[in-house]
């Protein structure tokens, strides 16, 4: 090879290029990319609903020696500890040796909550021969995406009683599915021409759950009748129970490997997973002398809203009963917190390549995006990040070898999105937000590339250093 010139090796110096992870990572770091993904599609296959998900974060703590926490509890420096918010939110934390009101803490924060069908509350109906829920969905979905694909009912049922049915039909290979009626292609002509918000509206996605007649000629609806004995026999459960059930249709996919060369993952929910993941093997597999918290929390998709959405209390509550049990100054020490606030970015996408400017949409592989801004239009609605803060995170990556990118969602006029950090951030707590770059986000089944899955587990160690 010719040696480079003098102009060449100075343009190197001063310009900027991104790189792709797979190709500088070392063959070992590749493994490691490789292994850690195995984890990772284990927990999204556990846990599709923000139930589940809280669960198999707990029992993953615990697995870690984690124990758990209720409000007052007494702490000291090396506690490992989970704080349960209603079974569908959870922090997972660890109570470092550094004086809160100089170091304050290290926030990791992201959502397990994702986009789907939830079943009303008076759902069940018979016609046509077939037996179905009525449905209102939950976060920003593409509705004609949701039709003829098989799909799992979960979720819990308080019985009049008082008790609680847990329910998951439709993962195991011996269960039946659910599924959502599509026109055929023959009758469509009309349904072609509507714009796509229109395809399939909101009261047609009505999940089929049955089609056998009960045995009884006197009986009006008998296949409502036969499920309802299945929903008894099974669960207790009478058709007014639905009255205060919450119960989710979600994609009955598994997480797999994509391609040939089994780089990329397909699943259900890697919004925002694929960040809550990362984020919780970091602070259990991770010792710091920091106090770093894993918050996992619910509602992002809906505004964050609720009492285990982000801007509920609970979570500044918890933030203020670790500074007291310390008697640390709960003002100094948000001052001294930073946050990550992880949760996904749009990857760059070359068949949808006029939503994208090119320069600085996240590239898939080439690592976790940092977001200084999200928002819409003139960053409307986002927590814009400080280049002060911005250039401490770049620090922290750089000293850790992080391979990582800057990241923007679509063109500026195009769209936009939301995600917790201004919720934090207006806690008076510098926020980032920081995530892997998703292929088909919000469809029930996404991709994302096992460099930037790895690179964000990179990325919140080194916020623990
Ligand atoms: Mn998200
Ligand atoms: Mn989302």
């Not at 939110?89 to 004086?99: D, I, Q, T």
């Not at 609970?314 to 946050?339: H, P, Q, T, W």
């Not at 400017?357 to 080439?366: G, P, T």
């Not at 195009?414 to 937000?433: C, Q, Y």
Request: glycine content about 8%; overall charge negative.
């Amino acid at each position: 090879m010719a040696e480079k010139s003098k102009g060449q090796k100075k343009f190197e110096k001063l310009s900027y290029e991104k790189k792709n992870y797979f190709e500088v990572a070392s063959k070992e770091e590749r493994e490691k990319m490789f292994a850690f993904a195995e984890g990772y599609k284990k927990f999204l296959d556990n846990g599709k609903t923000e139930r589940e998900a809280c669960d198999a974060a707990v029992a993953i703590a615990k697995e870690h020696g984690f124990s758990e926490y209720k409000f007052g509890d007494p702490l000291k420096a090396g506690d490992k500890k989970y704080f349960i918010n209603r079974g569908k939110s959870v922090v997972v934390f660890r109570v470092g040796s550094k004086n809160l009101e100089e170091d304050g803490l290290r926030i990791l924060a992201s959502h397990i909550d994702c986009p789907r069908v939830d079943i009303k509350q008076v759902p069940l109906y018979e016609e046509g021969g077939m037996c179905f829920l009525k449905t209102h969905y939950y976060g920003g979905i593409k509705k004609y995406q949701w039709t003829a694909i098989p799909l799992a009912l979960h979720g819990a049922v308080i019985l009049k009683d008082g008790s609680k049915v847990e329910i998951r039909v439709g993962e195991d290979e011996n269960d039946p599915v659910f599924y959502i009626n599509d026109l055929l292609p023959h009758l469509a002509a009309e349904q072609m021409q509507q714009n796509a918000a229109k395809v399939i509206e909101g009261e047609q996605l009505n999940v089929l759950v049955g089609g056998l007649p009960y045995d009884d000629e006197d009986v009006k609806e008998k296949i409502k009748l036969t499920v309802l004995s299945i929903l008894h026999e099974k669960y207790g459960m009478c058709e007014e129970d639905f009255l205060s059930a919450e119960l989710s249709a979600v994609p009955a996919f598994k997480a797999r490997d994509v391609g040939f060369d089994r780089a990329l993952i397909g699943a259900y929910g890697h919004d925002d997973r694929v960040c809550s993941y990362p984020a919780l093997m970091s602070v259990v597999e991770n010792e710091s002398e920091h106090t770093v918290l894993c918050m996992l929390v619910d509602k992002e998709e809906i505004g964050s809203e609720g009492t285990t959405g982000l801007q509920c209390e609970v979570y500044e509550d918890l933030m203020e009963e670790i500074s007291l049990a310390f008697g640390a100054n709960f003002r100094r020490v948000k001052a001294a917190s930073k946050c990550l606030s992880a949760d996904v970015t749009a990857a760059y996408d070359p068949n949808f390549a006029n939503v994208f400017e090119k320069k600085n949409a996240a590239m898939l592989s080439c690592g976790a995006g940092i977001c200084k801004f999200t928002g819409a239009r003139g960053k409307s609605g986002s927590n814009d990040a400080s280049a002060e803060f911005l250039g401490e995170v770049r620090q922290m990556f750089e000293k850790e070898g992080v391979v990582w990118q800057t990241a923007e969602l679509g063109k500026v006029d195009i769209g936009g999105g939301g995600t917790v950090a201004k919720f934090v951030a207006n806690m008076n707590i510098d926020t980032v937000d920081i995530g892997v770059p998703v292929i088909s986000m919000h469809a029930p089944y996404e991709v994302i590339s096992k460099a930037d899955l790895y690179s964000n587990y990179r990325a919140f160690v080194a916020l623990m250093k």
